[in-house]
């Protein structure tokens, strides 16, 4: 079944049956207009209409925040385990934007040579979309970056049309679920006209937040290198890091040794780390090629809308507006592009 349809009253059973096949992560509503994944075993505070970006992405169940990588024991001999954490799971209610963000982190691991933990675990993870009907709020700029309509990378993709979901079933997995679950029915034309009609409606609310075209990014920050803009950021960046913890696309980790007390066993684990901290910024000597803050955010705008679109063919911002919601000293993502774009009319 390529095309099928889940009435919105068998939503709940839908996530309850999902639950007891495999893990099930969704995202639920902690209050303020703040949403976060977490596992459920029954649809009852599952969200499966408007929400804002949760506070994580999902990369948080691909990438954890710490990760064991290597275990030894030097007691008899150099004996050392590399480690793999994984477990097989389903993540329901994935927006377009955050597919973008796992295919992105995608790309990024899988190049040589392949991050084999990212890897293992991506190929446990089973994705199920849910489109955005509505825009989620005003930080929002996922259209500038063409991430508003679904573009592939989950293996089902649920989209509101009234009084029931229509899914296109993408993968294997997808199809495995339906059977399992059995309270999916086939697709019809009426049902596709609703699905056209939900689209073209979307082209009227869904429009370009930032006036510049996509294709046009890299070569705006390729004049920005030495813009003002970088000048304001510094006096207002506090470092907190929050920026690239939420983002979906930034991967920085460090690499760290906990030996126990005996200095005979121990393991390596690697952590999130962030491009926004001094340490971060320090190599070998002390030496800092980013000392001011205003440095590393231009740092991280340029990993955004210039190096990585260069070389992957695709911007690493997903336009979710997570930084923007998140930083404490109000630094605003559209605010910055709309500088740059002012600058250089
Ligand atoms: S830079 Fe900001 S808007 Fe873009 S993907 Fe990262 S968190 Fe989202
Ligand atoms: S969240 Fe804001 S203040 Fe914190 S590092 Fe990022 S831009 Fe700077």
Same mark, same amino acid.
């Given at each position: 079944m390529q095309y099928a349809i889940i009435n919105k009253d068998k939503v709940d059973d839908f996530i309850t049956r999902l639950a007891v096949q495999e893990k099930v992560y969704a995202p639920v509503a902690r209050g303020y207009d703040n949403y976060s994944f977490e596992e459920v075993t029954s649809g009852k505070n599952?969200?499966?209409? *408007?929400?804002? %970006? /949760?506070? @994580?992405? %999902? #990369? #948080?169940?691909?990438? %954890?925040? *710490? &990760? /064991? @990588? @290597? &275990?030894? !024991? @030097? /007691? &008899?001999?150099? !004996?050392? !385990?590399?480690?793999? &954490?994984?477990e097989k799971m389903a993540i329901f209610g994935v927006h377009t934007c955050d597919l973008a963000g796992i295919q992105a982190m995608n790309m990024v691991f899988s190049e040589k040579p392949a991050d084999i933990n990212y890897l293992i675990r991506k190929n446990k993870i089973t994705i199920i979309g849910l489109e955005c009907i509505e825009y989620c709020d005003q930080n929002a700029s996922c259209t500038l970056v063409h991430n508003h309509l679904p573009n592939g990378g989950y293996d089902m993709f649920f989209t509101d049309i009234g009084d029931s979901f229509f899914v296109h079933v993408a993968t294997q997995a997808g199809e495995e679920i339906i059977e399992k679950t059995k309270v999916f029915y086939d697709a019809d034309a009426p049902h596709m006209r609703l699905l056209e009609q939900v689209r073209e409606r979307k082209k009227k609310i869904f429009h370009d937040e930032v006036p510049i075209e996509y294709h046009e990014l890299p070569e705006l920050f390729q004049k920005s290198f030495d813009s003002k803009v970088w000048d304001n950021l510094d006096s207002r960046c506090i470092a907190c890091g929050n920026c690239t913890a939420v983002c979906p696309t930034c991967y920085c980790f460090d690499v760290k040794e906990e030996p126990d007390l005996s200095l005979v066993q121990g393991k390596r684990y690697r952590i999130w780390d962030s491009c926004q901290s001094e340490p971060f910024a320090k190599v070998s000597g002390g030496e800092s090629f980013r000392k001011m803050q205003g440095a590393r955010q231009r740092h991280r705008y340029f990993r955004k809308f210039k190096y990585q679109f260069d070389k992957y063919s695709r911007p690493h911002c997903t336009g979710c507006g997570r930084c923007t919601r998140a930083c404490m000293a109000k630094i605003n993502l559209k605010e910055t592009l709309n500088a740059l774009i002012a600058e250089h009319a």
């Open positions: 599952v969200v499966s209409g *408007r929400y804002i %970006p /949760t506070i @994580l992405p %999902p #990369k #948080k169940y691909f990438m %954890p925040q *710490r &990760e /064991t @990588l @290597l &275990e030894y !024991n @030097l /007691t &008899e001999g150099q !004996n050392m !385990n590399a480690v793999v &954490e994984y």
